[in-house]
Nanobody, 123 residues
Framework: QRHLVASGGGPVQSGGSLTLSCEGS????????MGWLRQAPGKEHEAVAV???????SYADSVKGRFTISRDITKNFLYLRIDDLKPEDTAMYYC?????????????????WGLGTQVSVFS
C-alpha cells in the first residue's frame, strides 16, 4: 500500500484559492479510482473529487464548479485546485489511490490515510 503525503493546505480567506498536491500517487490502477477526501471535525471522511484511469472526473455536489482534480502520471502526483473557498471547506484533506464506488458512495480499499493537509477558511 502506498503511503501518500498531501501538502499545500493552510489558512485562507473566504473566496481565496489553494492548490493541494499529493505525492506518491503512482501509476493509475484500473481496479481503483484516485481522489481527494476531506474530514471536518466530528464528521466522517467525504470524497470530494475523483478521477478514473481514463482521466474522467467526478465531484461532490457541494464542490462542483470550485474544485478541480488533476494528475501528473510522470511525476506520480495528484492535485486538487480549490477556488472560491468557503468556511464549510475547512477540513483535513487526504488523497487516496484505492477508491471504489458502491451503492452511491465512495469507499477506500486500504486503511492507511497517509499524511493529510489542513485547509482552514476564515471569513
Amino acid at each position: 500500500q502506498r503511503h501518500l503525503v498531501a501538502s499545500g493546505g493552510g489558512p485562507v480567506q473566504s473566496g481565496g484559492s489553494l492548490t493541494l498536491s499529493c505525492e506518491g500517487s503512482g501509476a493509475p490502477n484500473k481496479n481503483y479510482l484516485m481522489g481527494w477526501l476531506r474530514q471536518a471535525p466530528g464528521k466522517e471522511h467525504e470524497a470530494v473529487a475523483v478521477i478514473d484511469t481514463d482521466g474522467d472526473t467526478s465531484y461532490a455536489d457541494s464542490v462542483k464548479g470550485r474544485f478541480t482534480i488533476s494528475r501528473d502520471i510522470t511525476k506520480n502526483f495528484l492535485y486538487l485546485r480549490i477556488d472560491d473557498l468557503k468556511p464549510e471547506d475547512t477540513a483535513m484533506y487526504y488523497c487516496a489511490t484505492d477508491l471504489y464506488y458502491e451503492g452511491g458512495t465512495y469507499y477506500r480499499a486500504g486503511r492507511d490515510w497517509g499524511l493529510g493537509t489542513q485547509v482552514s477558511v476564515f471569513s
